[in-house]
């Protein structure tokens, strides 16, 4: 039993204290730079520094285990009094690394840009990359730090009373379980609660450069069976801005109409039946049966329709066209799944 502690001990990680690490900061380093090459679409700099945060805290407890098992293996290491030394001139060779990386962004989202025939950008933003890659990435190894100062802890408590690989094995489970029941139960619902009212306030939102349609057969407008205010952000969007009968006829060469569109927000009924029910006699009213083609579209989430399938439909056909939604939710796809509608 005591042969197995000592065994145990020797592989304590190498986090004894709250410094970096000067391999783990090593890989770190290189796998931030790597997360920037070019990728199969271009990436916003808040996206791009959260990707390269997570890659480089992945980078950073690789290079920190294999410090560990080094020193398991009880391979040479630096004397103590080269040690300093060693760690200020690794800490610069890793800051030279990203560096080097981020003077390239530019030129690498471009490259992705191009290959999409995308206008290309004068600046990645790199200051913005690193900032928002260094807060996520001190957030994850704070998270990583407490996870592992509590199993720790709690082993060299446990293992008075349990052999220590058994009493090491639980209090892994154990604290995984904990900090999972933190993490889903608190943090993740409060997140989704944050995100639930930010997505129902812009459900809501009146945009004042989407004006209401005054003319009668449009949905939302003086004679429609469904309130301009109920129809949703991406409702009223999605009506407001349709192809005029002008326009199309500039683009086709030929006589058009006003295509028919015909949107039923999730507040304009109390159920799934009375919205479909609104929506028939809505399009009925707007002529919607009258056209050569009707179109039912299931939006995502928000209440979204992608305008340029919608539209270049429209054109296609010289507006002769009727398009039906209804609403079914104002969170995201994902969301509105898990949260039942």
Request: neutral net charge; proline residues 6%; aromatic residues 10%.
């Amino acid at each position: 039993m005591e042969g197995e502690r000592k065994i145990l001990g020797t592989l304590e990680p190498p986090e004894h204290g709250w410094g970096l690490h000067v391999p783990g900061m090593l890989l770190a380093a290189v796998f931030f730079g790597v997360s920037l090459t070019p990728s199969l679409i271009p990436r916003d700099p808040v996206m791009q520094g959260g990707l390269g945060g997570i890659v480089a805290i992945l980078g950073y407890w690789l290079g920190m285990y294999g410090l560990w098992f080094w020193r398991f293996l009880q391979l040479p290491m630096p004397s103590e009094r080269h040690r300093p030394r060693f760690r200020v001139i690794t800490f610069l060779i890793a800051i030279g690394i990203s560096a080097a990386f981020l003077w390239k962004t530019a030129d690498w989202q471009n490259a992705t840009r191009a290959v999409m025939e995308l206008d290309p950008v004068e600046t990645s933003y790199p200051m913005t990359i690193a900032a928002v890659a260094s807060a996520s990435f001190l957030v994850l190894l704070l998270a990583g730090r407490i996870f592992g100062f509590v199993m720790w802890r709690l082993a060299r408590h446990l293992n008075r009373i349990l052999p220590p690989r058994i009493g090491m094995v639980t209090v892994f489970l154990l604290v995984l379980y904990l900090f999972w029941a933190l993490v889903d139960g608190v943090l993740i619902r409060k997140a989704f609660q944050a995100a639930d009212a930010s997505f129902e306030a812009a459900d809501m939102l009146i945009e004042p450069d989407i004006p209401q349609p005054q003319v009668a057969e449009k949905t939302g407008g003086p004679q429609s069976l469904v309130d301009w205010q109920e129809m949703g952000r991406w409702g009223r969007s999605f009506v407001a801005r349709a192809p005029t009968a002008e326009e199309i006829s500039e683009f086709a060469g030929e006589r058009a109409m006003d295509p028919v569109r015909v949107c039923v927000g999730r507040r304009s009924a109390r159920t799934a039946r009375a919205k479909a029910e609104l929506a028939l006699r809505e399009l009925i009213r707007a002529g919607g049966f009258e056209r050569s083609a009707v179109v039912v579209v299931v939006p995502v989430g928000s209440g979204w329709m992608d305008p340029g399938g919608h539209d270049t439909l429209d054109f296609m056909l010289g507006g002769d066209v009727a398009t039906v939604a209804v609403q079914y939710s104002y969170r995201t796809s994902a969301r509105a799944i898990r949260s039942g509608l």
